[in-house]
């Protein structure tokens, strides 16, 4: 196990997501300047998976991004670095291997649920337990924490972090914590770029199951042109509002990540000299302008209460042409980097 | 979008703010700030609006004696019988029968605190609702 020191003070910078932005810090300090977006692109971190049978707080999963994890998983292996991760039973036992870590001076990630993290805004505390954080330092009981999504670090107690880390419930972060352990003299970028954007393409068009990728948007855009009918009226601005909330709340950047991605495509473009790319990324912020439109419509109907079906057949209508524009991109993009 | 579209409409971020990633003037990529967009504000408070309606007929339910103060609390920290045993450690059987009143009375104070702790408040926070 070679875990490096980084001498100095850890240098935080604010990013949309969480756990990309988490993985641009760790590397920043480590002297490899990979932005937030090149990261989520590296890691192919954008996706659609609609899960109607796995429930958040009773409502159906939809989500724009790939497992947590696999960000982090897939920036390394493709940019030759290592990560040692470390996985715990023992909240105490957890939190001493956390101390022991950073008083060498060695940033941890961390993964957290969100509910127990003293320092999140009230309105935003869900049940929700994939989030990642870098702990960098402690001063006796309070630990210095840079956690992407917010502007500048904070100071997190031990027993709130212990909470975090054991958090239950979907996706139980279970103490999880990974440092660096080697990183390369020089990495190649326009090599992992071109990785991480077949990873896409694969996973977007031609993956085996219905409910991901662009097939998944379409089966969710059928779902909710039903929505009216299959739904108790009270609940329904419920579910609206929920779908809006995961494309939209904290971490996605907006018009759930595809504005990253689409910050990605134009970084790779200059990266690798290709500008075929800078085409694929004016199109790929349109859709997310056109996912946005689809927040904006969404939450004038929750406003107004109405459950009107013309309404819903609008809304599925906007969904049905963010995946037919998302397809061609995807069809398009792997014709540059097959 | 553009940096000029930008929505900066305060609310559920209260002091912080959100990264969007936009087009400038020369169609480059930046980063810029925004502390809140309004259909999302929508969004976050009808989810709140639904927790606390929900809440509040758990309460009056507990009031009438048909649920103890556990349900309460477990409502309040929006967790179910199935996370509430996966926290506390207990079966998920044991929870649901601690839900009812004549069964969580009886409960001694070894059992009181485990749920107490859970929720990071005392024995007599639990045994007490608003």
């Not at chain 1, 869900?126 to 960098?136: D, K, M, Q, R």
């Amino acid at each position: 196990m070679i875990l490096k020191s980084i001498d100095k003070e850890f240098i935080h910078r604010q990013s949309a997501h969480c756990e990309s932005g988490s993985t641009s810090n760790l590397l920043l300090n480590y002297g490899i300047e990979a932005s937030e977006p090149l990261v989520f692109g590296i890691g192919s971190g954008i996706f659609f998976g609609y899960f109607p049978f796995i429930k958040v707080q009773g409502m159906p999963t939809i989500t724009f991004r790939n497992m947590p994890g696999r960000i982090l998983k897939n920036t390394a292996k493709r940019l030759g670095v290592r990560f040692e991760t470390f996985k715990f039973h023992d909240p105490e036992k957890a939190m001493d291997a956390l101390d022991r870590v950073i008083d060498n001076g060695v940033p941890a990630g961390v993964r957290t649920g969100v509910f127990w993290l003293p320092y999140m805004p009230d309105a935003m505390r869900f049940h929700f337990n994939a989030h990642t954080i870098v702990v960098y330092g402690r001063n006796g009981n309070d630990y210095l924490v840079s956690d992407p999504v917010f502007d500048y670090p904070v100071v997190c107690p031990r027993k709130d972090l212990m909470k975090a880390r054991f958090a239950e419930g979907l996706l139980a972060p279970r103490g999880k914590m990974y440092c660096l352990s080697e990183v390369p003299e020089k990495v190649d970028f326009s090599q992992a770029i071109r990785k991480g954007i077949r990873e896409v393409c694969y996973v977007m068009i031609h993956f085996p199951f219905p409910l991901i990728g662009v097939g998944g948007i379409r089966m969710f855009a059928k779902a909710l042109r039903r929505w009216p009918e299959r739904h108790e009226k009270r609940r329904l601005p419920l579910y609206l509002g929920h779908a809006i909330r995961m494309q939209e709340e904290i971490g996605t950047g907006g018009g759930g990540f595809r504005l990253i991605y689409a910050a990605f495509l134009h970084e790779a473009a200059h990266i690798t000299g290709d500008d075929r790319f800078l085409e694929m990324s004016k199109r790929m912020t349109a859709i997310g302008d056109r996912w946005r439109e689809f927040a904006l419509y969404g939450a004038r109907i929750c406003k107004n209460r109405s459950s009107d079906g013309d309404n819903f057949d609008r809304l599925s209508d906007i969904i049905l042409d963010c995946a037919g524009k998302e397809y061609q991109l995807y069809k398009d993009l792997w014709e540059i980097v097959k | 979008m553009e940096k000029k579209d930008v929505p900066q409409d305060h609310g559920i971020y209260g002091q912080w703010h959100g990264i969007c990633y936009v087009t400038d003037e020369n169609g480059e990529y930046v980063r810029s700030k925004s502390s809140g967009w309004e259909p999302l504000n929508i969004a976050n408070g009808i989810a709140w609006e639904f927790i606390n309606e929900d809440l509040a007929g758990i309460l009056k339910k507990v009031k009438k004696g048909e649920l103890s103060p556990l349900a309460y609390h477990m409502n309040k920290n929006m967790m179910d019988a199935k996370v509430l045993s996966q926290y506390s450690g207990f079966a998920r059987w044991r929870v649901n029968r601690h839900l009812k009143p004549r069964a969580f009375n009886k409960l001694d104070d070894e059992v009181l605190k485990r749920y107490a702790s859970v929720f990071n408040i005392t024995i007599e926070q639990l045994k007490e609702t608003p």
